[in-house]
């Protein structure tokens, strides 16, 4: 049997990917695995979500990305992608030294400040 590839938009494979209920594994060895990647970022002084575009050096530019200063119920936030209290900012690039942990975030990116 042959394989076949099917090309889709980001928000038609989150859609089928959410309705088969699959976990997606992501290679994070190297901090460029997560170029591509939209991501809830925990840093030691803030949140921010954004999609990482390009690593520079110790850098992570983000795009349209907003610092959050209220996720809400953290479990919430991941699931359901409702944050609280949240800033756009547009681009921004992010120090990879501050962050403590990263979540992948499945949702739209926020596009109010809210």
């Keep these: 049997m042959s394989s076949r590839t099917i090309e889709v938009s980001d928000e038609t494979y989150n859609l089928i ?6 976990e997606e594994t992501i290679d994070v060895s190297e901090l460029e695995e997560f170029v591509g990647q939209k991501l809830f970022i925990r840093t030691v002084t803030y949140h921010a979500v954004g999609k990482v575009v390009k690593k520079i050096g110790k850098l992570w530019e983000l795009k349209d990305a907003s610092w959050v200063a209220d ?19 547009g681009q921004m690039w992010l120090n990879t030294d501050t962050i403590v942990d990263v979540f992948p975030w ?3 990116l926020p596009k109010e400040t809210k």
Excluded at 17 to 22: F, G, I, P, R
């Design 17 to 22: 990917k959410d309705q088969l209920n699959e």
């Design 71 to 89: 996720s809400g119920k953290f479990s919430n936030a991941i699931k359901n992608g409702k944050l609280d209290e949240v800033e756009v900012v």
């Design 106 to 108: 499945k949702h739209s």
